[in-house]
């Protein structure tokens, strides 16, 4: 799988650049991959760097490999006369192939060859390399959203929908990523446009919990005006967790009716 390197008017907007600090920054890929792994999106897909070096370059690091391996000293394995049965003399053997060939892949690892750092996405199960395209739209989607909150620092951030083509539980858990991107080292504010009661829920219920502070949280609820444009009402909220204003256009009183109807 290959990303361009390259910015331009949409690297932000449009998540490209997401792949490049993936591929370049490993604590940013660990949490990422937790995210993918069971624990989260209950996906067998990990991300991964994988070195690319040309055939040309390699010949010089597996021979001084090869070098190496004859100086450290071969076992030696009797060698038999076909006619007689008798030994004739003796042939070196490399006893654990496995660890020879380990030790020539450091070896060419470990030297100044030129390489490309390559990102790519492999399925767990089977070990082979999938692409972006391969595992729904859903991961492609979110992978932005996270690299924003992990690998920002002190920034502003603003996102449109980020729980968009998400489950409900994952949705909430969104929300824990933005109070760790918002709180701690990070220090980032967050704008988001959600239409999600799941990741508004999630906050409210850490701040009932203490997790987060009342004051962390500012809730803006857009809303349209009968002849023209609109007007942005500010929800403020309370120590434990509630809403002290009502819901213009009953935005969490859907769920109730939808749960209540026909009782």
């Known amino acids: 799988m290959a990303f361009s ?64 391996l004859q100086q450290d000293g071969l076992e030696m394995e009797p060698d038999y006369d076909d006619r007689t049965g008798q030994p004739s003399g003796a042939f070196p053997i490399i006893r654990d192939v496995n660890l020879a060939a380990q ?57 449109e929908q980020p729980e968009i083509h998400l489950h409900p539980a994952l949705q909430a858990e969104l929300g824990d990523v933005f109070i760790e991107g918002a709180l701690g080292d990070r220090g980032n504010t967050f704008i988001l446009e959600t239409h999600s009661e799941h990741l508004i829920l999630r906050l409210l219920r850490r701040i009932r919990e203490g997790k987060l502070k009342k004051e ?32 213009p256009g009953g935005f969490f009183e859907e769920s109730y009716r939808e749960k209540f109807a026909g009782r």
């Open 103 to 159: 030790d020539l892949v450091l070896g060419v690892d470990d030297s100044d060859i030129d390489r490309i750092k390559e990102l790519v996405l492999i399925d767990k199960r089977s070990g082979t390399v999938v692409t972006h395209r391969d595992v729904g739209i859903g991961i492609s989607q979110v992978l932005p959203v996270l690299v924003l909150a992990y690998a920002s620092k002190g920034k502003i951030l603003a996102m």
């Open 5 to 68: 390197e390259h910015e331009d008017a949409n690297w932000y907007a449009g998540g490209g650049y997401a792949w490049d600090v993936v591929r370049r920054d490993d604590a940013v890929r660990k949490a990422v991959n937790t995210w993918l792994s069971s624990d989260k999106l209950k996906t067998p897909y990990e991300l991964m760097v994988r070195s690319l070096v040309a055939v040309d370059q390699m010949y010089l690091p597996i021979e001084a490999g090869l070098e190496q």
């Open 216 to 247: 962390d949280l500012g809730v803006l609820f857009v809303e349209p005006l009968p002849d023209r444009g609109s007007r942005v009402v500010e929800l403020r909220v309370d120590e434990d967790g509630d809403f002290i204003d009502s819901w």
